[in-house]
C-alpha cells in the first residue's frame, strides 16, 4: 500500500469551511506556547503557525455535553449492540483471522473482544470522526473548562505525536528537535488533514494522542504505525493497549449472579465502582449469589437495567481493563455482548 497516495484523500478533514484566527492573541494559547518552547523544543513561529490554523467548533462542545455513555443502559445498548454489528463483526474476523489469530495469541486478548472494541468505536473503521483532530483538542483545550487541563494536554501530545511521526509542518529533520518515529503518516500529510471524533480520538481503534504514541505499534513490520488505514496496525494496536493494561489471559471477564431477598446492601453497592474491591468470597457474604467458587478472585457488582428486569453482575478485573479503554459500565458492557454475538458464529 503506497500510504503517500491515499493519505490526503482519507484523512482530509472540511478544510472547505476552516478560517483561521480563533486562537491567536489569547494568553492561555501563549502559555501553551510556551510550553512547547521551553519543554518539548518546538519553534515558537511553528506552533503559532499550527494554532493559527484551529477553529473554533461549537459542535465538539455539544457533542461533549450529551456522551452516550449518559444514556440508561437499555438506550444505550440500542445503539451499540445490534445485529447488524454482530455481522459485520463475524465478517471483518473472517476477513483478518490470521492477523486475528496472530494478536491473541502474542497478547492474550480474544480475537471477539478485538473485533468488538473496533466495531463498538468506529464500526470496523467505516466511521472513524469527521473533526479535525486539531479544531476538537484545541476547542476543548481551551473553551471548554471542566476538561480543559486533559485535552490541552492531548493537544501537547498531538503536537510531539505530529513531531514524531513527521506530520507537516514537523516533517523535516530536526524540525522540532525530536527524535522521529520513521514518518508513520508520511510528509504529504499535514497536522490539519487529521480527522477523529469529537474528542480528538484516531484511527480503527480511536486511540486519542497519549494512547497513540504510547500503545499504538507497527505491526505487519512495515516500519510505520499507521491506524487509520492499516487494519494490521490497528488490531495489534488495539491487542497491545489490551496486554499493557493489565488483561489476564484466559480469566472470565463478567457473569450474572443472583441477590438474595436479604441482600439489601447490593443495591447500595452496585455501580459504585468500576475497579475490583472485594473478592468473591465477600459478595457472596453481602448476598450475591454465585457458582464461582474462587473466594479470592476480585470483582465489582454492576447493575443493568432492561424492559422486563434488573440483571446483576460480577465484572472481573478483565471487565475493568476494557473499562481503561473507555471508562463507563456500559461501555464495557456493550463490547462483552457484541463480543459474545460474534464469538457464537465463528
Not at 482519507?10 to 478544510?15: E, S, Y
Not at 501563549?30 to 510550553?35: G, I, L, R, S
Not at 499493557?244 to 438474595?260: L, M, N, S, T
Not at 474462587?294 to 472481573?316: C, I, K, M, P, Q
Request: with cysteine; glycine share 8%; hydrophobic share 40%.
Amino acid at each position: 500500500m503506497n500510504y503517500k497516495k491515499v493519505a490526503c484523500s482519507t484523512l482530509i478533514g472540511f478544510a472547505f469551511w476552516v478560517t483561521a484566527g480563533d486562537y491567536s492573541n489569547r494568553v492561555d494559547v501563549d502559555e501553551f506556547v510556551a510550553t512547547m518552547v521551553n519543554e518539548h523544543g518546538f519553534e515558537t513561529s511553528t506552533v503559532r503557525a499550527v494554532l493559527d490554523q484551529a477553529v473554533y467548533q461549537q459542535g465538539i462542545i455539544d457533542a461533549i455535553t450529551r456522551p452516550a455513555e449518559k444514556k440508561p443502559w437499555i438506550s444505550y445498548r440500542a445503539i451499540f449492540v445490534t445485529p447488524k454489528r454482530i455481522e459485520d463483526g463475524v465478517q471483518f474476523a473472517r476477513e483478518n483471522w490470521t492477523t486475528l489469530q496472530s494478536a491473541e495469541e502474542e497478547f492474550g486478548v480474544p480475537i471477539e473482544i478485538i473485533v468488538a472494541i473496533i466495531g463498538v468505536e468506529t464500526n470496523y473503521g467505516r466511521n472513524m470522526g469527521s473533526y479535525r483532530v486539531l479544531d476538537a483538542l484545541t476547542t476543548l483545550g481551551f473553551d471548554y473548562p471542566p476538561r480543559a487541563k486533559f485535552f490541552r494536554g492531548q493537544l501537547e501530545e498531538f503536537f510531539i505525536l505530529s513531531c514524531e511521526e513527521r506530520v507537516e509542518p514537523f516533517n523535516a529533520d530536526n524540525a522540532c528537535h525530536r527524535e522521529v518515529a520513521g514518518g508513520t503518516l508520511g510528509t504529504s500529510v499535514s497536522i490539519g488533514d487529521l480527522v477523529g471524533s469529537y474528542a480528538g480520538a484516531m484511527g480503527y481503534g480511536q486511540f486519542i494522542p497519549s494512547s497513540y504514541r504510547n500503545f499504538a505499534i507497527d505491526y505487519d513490520g512495515d516500519g510505520a504505525r499507521d491506524i487509520w488505514r492499516n487494519v494490521v496496525d490497528a488490531i495489534g494496536s488495539v491487542s497491545a493497549y489490551f496486554k499493557d493494561h493489565g488483561w489476564d489471559r484466559g480469566e472470565p471477564v463478567i457473569a450474572q449472579v443472583g441477590v438474595r431477598t436479604d441482600g439489601d446492601s447490593i443495591d447500595e453497592l452496585a455501580n459504585s465502582s468500576l475497579t475490583p474491591t472485594k473478592t468473591v468470597a465477600e459478595w457472596k457474604t453481602l448476598g450475591i449469589e454465585t457458582q464461582d467458587n474462587r473466594g479470592n478472585a476480585y470483582a465489582s457488582v454492576f447493575r443493568f437495567e432492561t424492559e422486563d428486569a434488573t440483571n446483576y453482575y460480577l465484572g472481573y478485573h478483565n471487565f475493568y481493563v476494557i473499562t481503561r479503554y473507555n471508562i463507563s459500565r456500559l461501555y464495557a458492557k456493550a463490547v462483552v455482548e457484541v463480543a459474545d454475538g460474534i464469538a457464537a458464529r465463528l
